[in-house]
């Protein structure tokens, strides 16, 4: 590992260049690049299959890529899974994957195995702060948790380890509306006080716009489009760019996308 010019400003917390991810054939992500800046949240957008997971396991060295991965200034793409967690890069996977036989205090304790523990204690009363529907039940077994609850304890166990990056896989996969909004509240409470990073995978524009102030979209493994803040924040900026970079709609009357919620296109799967 060496530090190298990224070419980046030193308020750059992590930078892939080039990054391409294949399993056996064709690449599923074709050279992307993407950076995340310290205290950030920023966002990869895209349909189903489009490549999200792939990138942010071949962030975390859980995939085999090519590419290179530089994280505060040091090229990490040689790095193992544990090498870059120890680092601070922590990834939430998407689906909760958290061990149900275990109790919710022992999938804490998975999530901060090299630490002291003094900071396990102090951190697990942290996460039990953040999310007080996990705190009464600490002694059940996590598959008994309801499906808000399990992503509230899959996104606590990523933050037992202290990290500088968290990199989150769909935090809103299978989950009502309202437990969406309940764990992004969170999620934006989380980021706030411990100014963390955070690279968020979603399908949706519409929930990554709640916490993310920049995103890039994926489509068939690569950018196709970015998006500022002010794009992800206003409607029709978010619907422009959904036009333009999903050709998710042909036309669309302004009237309709001022009443409209959140609902899913027909023809690209995604979340508008
Ligand atoms: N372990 C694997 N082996 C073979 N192909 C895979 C594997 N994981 C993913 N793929 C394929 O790679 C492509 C990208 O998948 P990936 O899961 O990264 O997309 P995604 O954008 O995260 O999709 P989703 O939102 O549905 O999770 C898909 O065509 C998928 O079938």
Redesign the pocket.
């Known amino acids: 590992m060496h530090d190298i010019d990224t070419g980046s400003d030193s308020n750059t917390l992590l930078r892939v260049e080039g990054l391409t ?1 294949r ?2 054939a064709g690449p ?2 074709h050279g992307i690049g993407l950076a995340v800046r310290t205290s950030t949240v920023v966002a990869l957008l ?10 942010l ?1 071949a962030i975390a060295g859980l ?1 085999p890529a090519q590419g290179q991965v530089f994280f505060d200034g040091q090229d990490i793409s040689s790095l193992s899974v544990a090498e870059r967690f120890k680092l601070g890069i922590v990834y939430v996977p ?1 689906g909760r994957a958290i061990v149900t036989d275990l109790t919710v205090a022992e999938n804490l304790k998975l999530g901060s195995y090299f630490v002291d523990s003094a900071t396990r204690n102090k951190r697990e009363q942290m996460v039990m702060d953040f999310f007080p529907e996990i705190a009464n039940r600490r002694r059940s077994p996590a598959g008994l948790l309801s499906g808000g609850e399990q992503q509230m304890l899959a996104i606590g166990r990523g933050l037992m380890s202290g990290p500088r990056l968290i990199l989150l ?2 935090p809103s996969l299978g989950l009502a509306p309202l437990l969406v909004a309940r764990v992004y509240e969170r999620l934006a409470a989380i980021q706030k006080e411990q100014k963390l990073a955070a690279l968020l ?1 979603e ?1 949706s524009f519409h929930v990554a716009a709640k916490l993310a102030s920049h995103a890039w979209v ?1 489509r068939h ?1 690569h950018i196709v489009g970015e998006l500022d803040e002010a794009a992800l924040r206003s409607r029709e900026g978010r619907q422009a760019a959904i036009d333009a970079y999903l050709g998710a709609r042909k036309e669309t009357p302004a009237a309709d996308a001022s009443t409209r919620g959140a609902e899913q296109d027909p023809q690209s799967g995604v979340h508008v």
């Open positions: 991810v399993y056996g599923v992500v895209g349909a189903n299959g489009a490549g999200k997971s792939s990138t396991r995939e998407e896989d769909e995978v399908q994926l493994g």
